[in-house]
């Protein structure tokens, strides 16, 4: 399943590019589903990441530059434009090899968020951000849930002076989508699905449960399942 189509953009909401293409989604159904395990699990986030972070960089700035072809002369393109990669710790690791795999020279900076499981409230506990003035920043964290760790992570990048930010997630529910839009309206999100919505723990229904966990196989559920 895909998931419903994105909000109409309106004042306040942030541009959502739902990711379209036949692999993504069976590389979804592959996170979605509760026998993957962990090593399975890591392959198809780094594939669908690589759908989702090319998404993100659509916007890239090229310059044209001449090529010789074995044939003939003729125009290319350059990347033209410095970019910076922000993984959300920890889940957001998990996209990071990807947007490494097409930017081999990508700046990378981190932000180090847990939820609070009883109040679903950020507490950062880590931060470490090169110079983002002018500077495409790419955000990345797989699930906008209740949107309060995306929007405390765009409270630190523009605090350390980004000015273009896109969020880059794999599962979004329209609850991180509304918050984040109410606090970050300038922040578009490429996801490669948006969910039904929330349960009563704050989790993304249907989802693919802790994305945290299931990388790095931790928590109950992850220790259950073996590949
Ligand atoms: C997960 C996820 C997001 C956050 C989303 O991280 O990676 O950062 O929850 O939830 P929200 O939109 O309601 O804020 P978590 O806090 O579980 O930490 P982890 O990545 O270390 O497991
Ligand atoms: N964080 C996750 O890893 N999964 C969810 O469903 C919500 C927050």
């Known amino acids: 399943m895909r998931g419903t189509a994105p909000p109409e953009p ?14 993504g989604d069976a590389l979804l159904c592959q996170l979605r589903d509760r026998s993957t ?16 972070c090319a998404t993100a960089l659509e916007e890239l700035t090229v310059e044209v530059v001449p090529v010789e072809t074995p044939l003939a002369p003729t125009n290319g393109a350059r990347v033209a434009e410095a970019v910076v990669g922000v993984p959300v710790l920890r889940a957001g690791l998990g996209m990071l090899p990807a947007l490494e795999a097409l930017l081999p020279d990508v700046t ?24 983002l003035v002018g500077r495409l920043v790419l955000l990345l964290d797989p699930m906008l849930a209740t949107g309060g760790s995306a929007a405390a992570a765009c409270d630190s990048l523009v605090a350390a002076g980004a000015d273009r930010i896109v969020l880059a997630c794999i599962v979004a529910a329209p609850e991180g989508l509304a918050h984040l839009g109410a606090r970050h309206p300038h922040v578009p999100v490429v996801t490669a ?18 994305f945290g966990d299931r990388l790095f196989g931790t928590g109950q559920a992850s220790e259950r399942v073996r590949n």
Request: net charge negative; no cysteine; glycine share 12%.
């Open 108 to 131: 990378v900076g981190y932000i180090g968020l847990e939820r609070d499981e009883e109040h679903l409230t950020p507490t950062r506990y880590y931060g470490k951000l090169p110079d």
């Open 37 to 52: 395990g962990v090593e399975s699990f890591r392959a198809a986030a780094h594939r669908l990441s690589l759908l989702v």
């Open 10 to 23: 309106s004042r306040g909401a942030p541009a959502v590019r739902l990711l379209r293409h036949p692999l």
């Open 193 to 210: 699905a948006i969910d039904e919505g929330l349960d009563a723990r704050g989790y993304i229904v249907p989802g693919l449960g802790d």
